[in-house]
């Protein structure tokens, strides 16, 4: 099977403008979760989405969005960027819901000028 | 804080030699699994333990599991140089949280 995908890998936007990044799980896997990597903070999680619903959520601001969609493909969105946004921004997928085994996309590379 | 917490924070050894990383987490867990990061790109799995669980194998890995101390570890035997890496752990029940992550170094 193909492993996660995330499109694009790399990014580079200016403070105030949103990004969209996407992730493709593993085929036959329903739950998308995603995460932030900082040097500073490690991975802390933003949220993860099952069967089209966000089910569990991290502590970032409303400026932080998901969806997922009916072919199970998640993307995650950023508005009114801050330098702060500058990471790894990584997804994970897993057959269930909830903390079953994830596995990991390569990440996008967002950086925030 | 952190829900599972990597300790040390830097190991560096030998070739050939055996790395331990330890790992400690808060709460009541499902799960914990560890992974392995080169250079910042994805978390590539290596195993994951289930709470009723106390030790498994995967090749030259050996994770131990104990839920009373709230602690896990991560034992690679006959270390190579490809397995410089930063290694992390992920703990929890609905969702898992991670530390910062172990950085191992062996040197050649």
């Known amino acids: 099977k193909a492993g996660v995908t995330q499109t694009p890998r790399y990014l580079i936007k200016t403070r105030g403008q949103q990004v969209t990044l996407s992730c493709s799980p593993i085929?036959?896997?329903?739950?998308v979760s995603w995460y932030q990597q900082t040097p500073g903070q490690g991975l802390q999680f933003l949220f993860e989405y099952f069967s089209e619903t966000q089910r569990n959520k991290g502590n970032f601001p409303g400026r932080f969005s998901g969806r997922q969609f009916s072919n199970s493909r998640s993307e995650m969105n950023v508005s009114t960027l801050e330098l702060g946004d500058s990471a790894l921004y990584l997804c994970?997928?897993?057959?269930?819901?909830?903390?079953?085994?994830?596995?990991f996309g390569p990440g996008t590379r967002l950086t925030v000028l | 804080s952190q829900q599972g917490e990597e300790d040390p924070q830097a190991l560096s050894i030998q070739e050939g030699e055996n790395a331990t990383m330890n790992c400690s987490y808060k709460t009541s867990i499902n799960n914990l699994q560890w992974y392995r990061q080169n250079s910042g790109r994805g978390l590539v799995h290596l195993i994951l333990?289930?709470?009723?669980?106390r030790e498994k194998h995967s090749g030259r890995l050996r994770v131990t599991l104990d839920t009373s101390k709230k602690s896990s570890s991560l034992l690679i035997t006959a270390s190579r140089a490809a397995d410089t890496a930063s290694y992390f752990c992920g703990a929890g029940t609905y969702k898992y949280i991670f530390g910062t992550g172990t950085r191992l170094k062996v040197l050649a």
């Open positions: 085929s036959g896997h329903r739950s």
């Open positions: 333990i289930r709470s009723n669980e």
């Open positions: 994970a997928s897993s057959e269930g819901q909830g903390a079953g085994e994830q596995f």
